[in-house]
């Protein structure tokens, strides 16, 4: 089975604060994504990564930075947390292999900016 | 502009009756779908998809519809049971776009025993 982990359920950090998240799976994909998810919004992309070092932005990605030094692991950095930044944060992984459409998720970190 | 709409946010159901969960979209280059269940806490679990080479794809109680013409995906769940109640999300992908989703923004299904 594929695994996705998320370094924290819940966090709550104070504005103006450094935040970074983790997300490693155990799979061997290539491709590793960040979400946010806001009620009635559904999940918007942050972030996505292909390879190592590499990374493309998606829907949102203002605020935010990522970094894939190994293939497993992709962090999601806030570099100056935001009350608006408040929200759960999801990571995925998917392959290649088969057309690569389906992603893995993270069991998500709720973060509280305060 | 949201590309994947899901224009009821919440459905409620009967058990064993049949729940129909809707997904519009504009993007007429989408050849690829996917239905999502997230409960809370949890993160989205990859449900059942469709490719837009078929128009049905069925898998136990779960089958996708997918209305080309219209831009229009329905998942139908028969018979619905309490544990089928969660969020469901619908999203979309493209050839060639780097394996992304687009999502929409979920319904929330209940199911009543």
């Known amino acids: 089975d594929v695994k996705v982990t998320q370094s924290s359920r819940y966090l709550v950090k104070r504005t103006g604060e450094k935040v970074f998240l983790e997300c490693v799976q155990d799979?061997?994909?290539?491709?590793m994504f960040w979400y946010r998810q806001d009620p009635g919004l559904g999940l918007r992309l942050i972030y996505f990564?292909?390879?190592?070092?590499?990374?493309e932005k998606g829907d949102i990605p203002e605020g935010y930075s990522v970094s894939r030094e190994k293939k497993e692991r992709f962090s999601l950095i806030l570099e100056s947390a935001s009350t608006n930044q408040t929200s759960m944060y999801l990571c995925a992984s998917s392959s290649l292999a088969g057309g690569g459409y389906e992603q893995y998720f993270g069991p998500g970190t709720r973060l509280t900016v305060t | 502009d949201q590309q994947v709409k899901q224009n009821s946010p919440s459905l409620s159901v009967q058990e064993g009756r049949i729940s129909i969960l809707n997904c519009d979209y504009t993007n007429s280059m989408f050849d690829y779908f996917l239905w999502y269940k997230k409960y809370p806490a949890e993160g989205p679990t990859f449900l059942i998809s469709?490719?837009?080479?078929?128009d049905k794809n069925e898998d136990g109680r779960f089958t996708v519809f997918l209305n080309k013409s219209a831009k229009h995906l329905s998942l139908h769940i028969v018979p619905s049971q309490p544990g089928d109640s969660a969020v469901y999300f619908c999203?979309?992908?493209?050839?060639?776009?780097?394996?992304?989703?687009?999502f929409g923004g979920g319904t929330r299904l209940m199911v009543k025993p």
């Open positions: 469709i490719s837009s080479i078929k």
């Open positions: 990564s292909y390879d190592v070092k590499m990374k």
């Open positions: 799979m061997d994909h290539e491709n």
């Open positions: 999203a979309a992908s493209e050839a060639h776009a780097g394996n992304m989703l687009t």
